[in-house]
């Protein structure tokens, strides 16, 4: 049996020979992140759109980081739309609670590159705005590691009162689908629309004060990134893997 460690090395050789030059393409982008305004503009109406001012990546190195094909893929007007959507888990779905991410492609050089994406107002009522825009400024800072990659993000100075209530995120989310055990958390679990493998899920657990009144922490799962944001401690870690399964 191959040591960990090895078979880490054979995935990456394997990437790097039928993926060309991905690795390449994902640093270039982590460093326009250290020059946030230059290549990167943000829009907050109705949701969270971030554009890119010099798009890099394609679109089969998105399919290839997400580690999932997008629930529906179209074209419209020249360009290439892939949107992937979470639905609650064993609850009919009519879309009020959908949590679908946008993503955006233009052709330049014969290639579909990402030139624009967008988060729906479900998700950044939840998130906010502020702790969304927070962390990818923070994107700069993280290493280089593409195993068990984990970003610390201050979130210390971030305005609490704009985090939601108890009864806005019931219904922004609607019922709970899931018993987390405590009666100060709310859970939710969430699969992929249009793809029938177990682990492509979502999933938000949200804990509130023993009052039941203010939001302490956030954990929030969308494929492969995982985001842990404690409220009382001023602290986020947003932990990507590209080749370790997640635990739900």
Known sequence: MLC??????ILITITLLFNGCILERIFRVKKQFCAFEKYFKIEISDGFRVLLQEPVL??????????????ESKFIGGELVMKYVAVKRGTPSNGQFDLP??????????DFRLKEGYLSKNLTDIL??????????????SDKSLI?????????ALNRSLL??????????????QNPGNVHKLAY???LKNNDTVDKVAAIEIQFDRFGERIIRIKFKYLRYNLNADFDKGEAILKVDIFVDWEV
């Not at 960990?4 to 090395?9: A, E, F, L």
């Not at 991410?101 to 014969?110: A, M, P, Q």
């Open 4 to 9: 960990p460690r090895r078979t880490v090395i």
């Open 58 to 71: 394609l679109d089969e190195d998105v399919t290839w980081i997400t580690g999932a094909e997008p629930s």
């Open 101 to 110: 991410v946008e993503l955006r492609f233009g052709r330049i050089d014969d």
């Open 128 to 141: 906010t705005h502020e702790l969304l825009t927070q962390i990818m400024r923070s994107v700069c800072k």
């Open 148 to 156: 068990d990659q984990r970003l610390t993000i201050d979130i210390s």
């Open 164 to 177: 939601p209530s108890r009864s806005e995120i019931l219904s922004t989310l609607g019922p709970p689908n």
């Open 189 to 191: 679990v969430y699969q």
